[in-house]
């Protein structure tokens, strides 16, 4: 087979438009890929992208790293895609490694590359699924202590207020962030705090969906997602004020039943074996958790 040039491009904002139309011909439920994702975290390591075979290919690289792809997206062709990308990787010394494969992609792996590929379940970064409505309505026995704190949060700051995001409070937000803000020596909080002032500095260009939660005129919880497809959105971030109890619990339902209540499923993406965050993520009762597997391809 003859090989395709690969030449991998940095994702910049004006990249929105090509990665999109690329993403909308799949049917896809993992977070990674959304171009939200991709623009918040491109600060922390190299997100760079190519067009191979008619397939989006993404390709992450974290300092003094090997670089990883995610399953080639799009009508193409996958299975030249891959090969390619084999080819690619090892003319350079590399293994193509791939991450965040959903169960789905992994026939056509093995298909390829045979049965000697041994795909290995990363549960840290599995991404859990929700039903939206169920964390709009918090209802039945499974939901009572989240009913009860929302309830809490009701009557103790009755005169709270939800508001989109929007040019008319991004400068406030931000200010508010940077104030919020803090990392300290955490590179990982760090780069987050990139990513999210980066998201305010652009935010009219990302088709994001947000809103913030006000309490006696103060700023006291944000969040903001996008909608993937008719069937699933993805929050990427909600902060809050931990001095105001239960503010967490209502920006998560506040968010979803302003912005996002005809969406059936919303992504809350991974709990990266944080066991706090896995507890927290779990007390939801996840529709199901969307299992992500890594391979490598000597």
């Not at 991404?127 to 949060?153: C, P, S, V």
């Amino acid at each position: 087979m003859e090989q395709q040039a690969i030449i991998f491009k940095d994702i910049t904002l004006q990249d929105r438009e090509i990665i999109n139309t690329y993403l909308q011909q799949e049917e896809f439920m993992i977070s990674d890929i959304s171009f939200g994702n991709l623009f918040i975290w491109r600060l922390a390591r190299k997100i760079a992208f190519c067009i191979l075979h008619d397939c989006l290919i993404i390709e992450t690289t974290y300092i003094n790293e090997a670089p990883f792809c995610f399953f080639p997206i799009g009508s193409g062709d996958k299975k030249k895609a891959l090969l390619s990308l084999h080819h690619h990787y090892k003319q350079k010394g590399q293994s193509l490694i791939l991450h965040s494969v959903e169960k789905q992609n992994l026939d056509l792996l093995h298909e390829v590359f045979g049965d000697t590929i041994e795909p290995i379940l990363n549960r840290d970064r599995s991404d859990y699924i929700y039903k939206t409505q169920n964390l709009i309505e918090l209802a039945g026995r499974k939901y009572h202590k989240k009913k009860n704190h929302l309830n809490r949060f009701f009557d103790e700051y009755k005169g709270f207020s939800f508001e989109s995001i929007s040019e008319n409070n991004l400068s406030e937000l931000l200010h508010v962030w940077r104030k919020w803000d803090n990392a300290g020596n955490d590179i990982g909080l760090q780069n987050e705090s990139k990513g999210i002032i980066s998201v305010f500095e652009n935010y009219a260009d990302l088709g994001f969906l947000g809103g913030l939660l006000r309490f006696n005129g103060e700023v006291i919880a944000f969040s903001f997602g996008e909608v993937i497809s008719k069937n699933l959105c993805i929050i990427h971030i909600e902060k809050a004020d931990i001095n105001y109890r239960g503010a967490y619990q209502a920006i998560n339902q506040q968010l979803l039943s302003h912005c996002f209540s005809d969406i059936l499923y919303v992504n809350r993406e991974e709990d990266l074996g944080i066991e706090g965050l896995r507890k927290a993520k779990l007390s939801y009762n996840p529709e199901f958790i969307l299992e992500k597997y890594e391979v490598s391809i000597v």
